[in-house]
């Protein structure tokens, strides 16, 4: 069974600009969490989808922000970008919504502001 | 607030010995825990996990123990080889919150 895929692996964006990240989940995984990890903050939560609805959100503001398809697929858009918003940015797919469901992760975009 | 903690930030351990990682937590909340192991430039790899209904959870080379009391886990690894050099992270979940709460991270290094 193919693992989670996520696209671009890496990306150097500006500034000002915004990006949107891809996340395929396992086949049958129906929830998808967004992770970013940073040296000095380590890995930090962004938000969960399960069956397109959003059902919790990491302390980020309001410029992360994403959506899940009715493939399970997720995108997560980051808005003007700043300099702070470098970094890995990991997508985890689970079978069900249940918290005891082992998140399987991807290999991650890394994401370079200039 | 960091409610996950490993105190350890390196780890070198001797080919065929054991390695321990530790793990503390203060979030009373959290009743199932996790370890992952990652490389550089990928995403971290599940190794193994325990509810707090258990105190201990064998996988082969990977055994983790869970102390309520103390809000303390470990990971066992027997014996050690050349490949498990990585950065370990334990990681927390709370019912129904749908997230997990990482550790800071352990980088294990195996020596021939």
């Known amino acids: 069974k193919a693992g989670v895929t996520q696209t671009p692996r890496y990306l150097i964006k500006t500034r000002g600009q915004q990006v949107t990240l891809s996340c395929s989940p396992i086949s049958g995984h129906r929830s998808v969490s967004w992770y970013q990890q940073t040296p000095g903050q380590g890995l930090q939560f962004l938000f969960e989808?399960?069956?397109?609805?959003?059902?919790n959100k990491g302390n980020f503001p309001g410029r992360f922000s994403g959506r899940q398809f009715s493939n399970s697929r997720s995108e997560m858009n980051v808005s003007t970008l700043e300099l702070g918003d470098s970094a890995l940015y990991l997508c985890a797919s689970r079978r069900t919504g249940f918290d005891t469901d082992t998140q399987y992760f991807g290999p991650g975009t890394r994401l370079t502001v200039l | 607030d960091q409610q996950v903690k490993q105190n350890s930030p390196s780890l070198s351990v001797q080919e065929g010995r054991i390695s321990i990682l530790n793990c503390d937590y203060t979030?009373?909340?959290?009743?199932?825990f996790l370890w992952y192991k990652k490389y550089p430039a990928e995403g971290p790899t599940f190794l193994i996990s325990i509810s707090s209904i258990k105190d201990k959870n064998e996988d082969g080379r990977f055994t983790v123990f869970l102390n309520k009391s103390a809000k303390h886990l470990s990971l066992h690894i027997v014996p050690s080889q050349p490949g498990d050099s990585a950065v370990y992270f334990c990681?927390?979940?709370?019912?129904?919150?749908?997230?997990?709460?990482f550790g800071q991270g352990t980088r294990l290094t195996i020596n021939p």
């Open positions: 990681a927390a979940s709370e019912k129904g919150a749908q997230k997990l709460v």
């Open positions: 989808y399960f069956s397109e609805t959003q059902r």
């Open positions: 979030n009373s909340m959290f009743d199932y």
